[in-house]
């Protein structure tokens, strides 16, 4: 079913909530994933995907088509998710530690993280980016994101951001040279 058609049942007051249904049911693994390599623990991930599909519900009626369906809610997500460590980050302000230690603390301690030596060693080197670069390479890399969505997304030029994925590039392969 094409989301145009998925919003037109949601506006239907009868339909919204299988509706509703449908659209958790056709993104709910790629957000996942999108919101996991954000916050990077499972447990977190879960209450940011539920507060972003909160939001999505709510925002619903108020869809205009400025964009696809799937771009908007990843700008949701990622939205949310920052908001998310920027509270951690607070939070964590007084005992001293940075957003970056306790995500690395977080996939060391992961039960969830299947991967092998390799996979986590370029875990620990995205993690060790700036925020804006993560993102970025995260969307490129792992989601194989175009830039003209990524920039729909980040609401940033897409100049800017291929100059912020070659950097982090770059980093990411100092990084995994001194490992």
């Known amino acids: ?41 499972h447990t977190d991930t879960d209450d940011v995907l539920q507060n972003t599909f909160i939001k999505v519900w709510k925002g619903l009626n108020n869809f205009r088509w400025d964009s696809e369906l799937y771009t908007w809610m990843y700008r949701i997500a990622t939205n949310e998710s920052l908001s998310f460590l920027e509270s951690k980050k607070r939070k964590s302000f007084s005992s001293g530690s940075n957003v970056e230690d306790i995500l690395l603390e977080n996939l060391e301690a992961d039960e969830y993280f299947d991967g092998d030596e390799i996979q986590y060693k370029l875990q620990q080197a995205i993690l060790k980016l700036p925020s804006k670069q993560r993102l970025v390479f995260n969307m490129k890399y792992y989601e194989k994101m175009k830039y003209s969505e990524i920039s729909e997304i980040l609401e940033t030029s897409e100049g800017a951001l291929k100059a912020s994925y070659h950097h982090a590039v770059k980093k990411v392969e100092e990084i995994l040279t001194l490992v």
């Open 1 to 41: 079913m094409q989301d145009i058609e998925v919003l037109e049942m949601f506006n239907n007051s009868k339909n919204k909530d299988k509706a509703f249904r449908i659209i958790v049911d056709k993104y709910k693994e790629r957000l996942y994933w999108h919101v996991r390599r954000i916050v990077v623990s």
